[in-house]
């Protein structure tokens, strides 16, 4: 089993930035994929980031140039750097980890995703 714990949320004004972090506990598996899912109120669940175990990135298309996924994996840390952020950007943001493929790290899919987080709150002000 593998816990997820998100933290960083917050409120933003647009154009401004936020980091988000997720550590994990727990077990430990070879080529486990982590990424990052957001639901905006009254919204489903969607894939934003995620990293696979070798490094490879994968973004939604709405936040490529100005997110950025990131992992430490000595400290068994996932990061998310979130910049110029935008209103439509406010969601919870849930760190999400499975076993590939495919999944989070093929197309962020969500439906293999084994491990969530409880998520952190980002609100984007205009």
């Known amino acids: 089993q593998v816990r997820l714990v998100e933290s960083g949320g917050g409120p933003v004004e647009a154009g401004g930035s936020r980091r988000l972090s997720c550590q994990a506990s727990?077990?430990?598996?070879?080529?486990?994929?982590m990424g990052w899912v957001r639901q905006a109120p009254g919204e489903e669940r969607g894939g934003v980031a995620a990293?696979?175990?070798?490094?490879?990135?994968t973004y939604r298309d709405s936040v490529k140039g100005r997110f950025t996924i990131s992992q430490d994996n000595a400290k068994r840390s996932l990061y998310l750097q979130m910049d110029s952020l935008k209103p439509e950007d406010t969601a919870t943001y849930y760190c999400a980890a499975d076993f590939p493929p495919p999944g989070l790290c093929t197309n962020l899919e969500l439906v293999g995703v084994d491990y969530w987080g409880l998520g952190t709150m980002v609100t984007v002000s205009s």
């Open positions: 990293i696979a175990s070798d490094g490879t990135t």
């Open positions: 727990g077990e430990t598996y070879d080529g486990l994929c």
